[in-house]
């Protein structure tokens, strides 16, 4: 009763914060799918954002300019793949891989040789991190019954970087199925012969969904290694990459379903901090902790297996496209 009473409390405000990151990824991922790229790089891009804004973060004791700094690196790492897979036209899953694996081998030797902690930064604080804002009349509201303990204990005290991704998802909507370019990158996604033949460039198109790519998994990044924590350690991501698209595909490609599918990862996580290692089962004993920590991850597969059905991906998606003569 008392594990459950604390579960109400804590479960909100933490649902929110541990989706944030994946919400963000999962975002990225529809972008650059919905292009046509289908991008398993995902983590590489979120690593290496949290690596560049925790390091500017502590060298110039300013948030903003790490946040700059992830999301300049998340482009680079994301034009790298554009290059590998649209001029190129190399397998995607492949680049993909690869960017994750370079980024985690470079961000530990660098954090490594740099600052000599096993690829730790410095620890972050006061201007260097995003603090916690504290939305207008969430004191005044925080003993009003239901409105105050969603208000001020879930909604309010959450990273600037939070607020920000949440406000994507009505922005994805808008850009995706109002605008000019949401109409031509949905086109691209699914024919790009057809966009081709309309004098649009695919490549170009293209690019600009795997830049959008980077700035939303800089953003992630930066989150992690200023906001969520106060420092960069090797690995911090995760595989918060991987549940993200995992996400995407539950969502089936939509952004207000993708936003559902992280909040519902993020309740998994949030259950699995709240029970750590005291779980205790009458008649089995104690449940191992590495078990608990890996039943966001168990429960995702079971989701995806279990409730989403056929997922059909853009046409193009994964497809090289060569133009015609």
Known sequence: MDFLMTLGITAPAATIRLATPLLLCCLAGLYSERSGIVDIGLEGKMLAGAFAAAVVASTYDSALLGLAAAIITAIAFAVLHGIASINYRGNQIVSGVAINQLAVGLTAFLGNTWYGQGGRTPDLSGSARFLPIDLPGAAALAHVPVIGPIYSGALSEQSPLTYFAFLCVPLTVWAVY????????????????????????????????????????????????????????????????????????????????????????????AIANQMGSNMVIPGIGNIPSELIDAMPYILTVLMLAGFVGTAHPPKAAGVPYVKER
């Open 178 to 269: 109002r605008t000019r370019f949401g109409l031509r990158l949905r086109a691209v996604g699914e024919n790009p012969q057809a966009v081709d033949t309309a004098g649009i460039s695919v490549a170009w198109l293209r690019y600009r969904a795997v830049i959008i790519c980077g700035v939303l998994t800089g953003v992630a990044g930066a989150f992690l290694s200023t906001s969520y924590s106060a420092a960069f350690v090797p690995n911090m991501t995760g595989g918060r990459g991987y549940m993200g698209l995992a996400a995407l595909i539950f969502a089936k490609w939509r952004p207000w379903q993708s936003m559902g599918a992280c909040l519902l990862f993020g309740l998994l996580n």
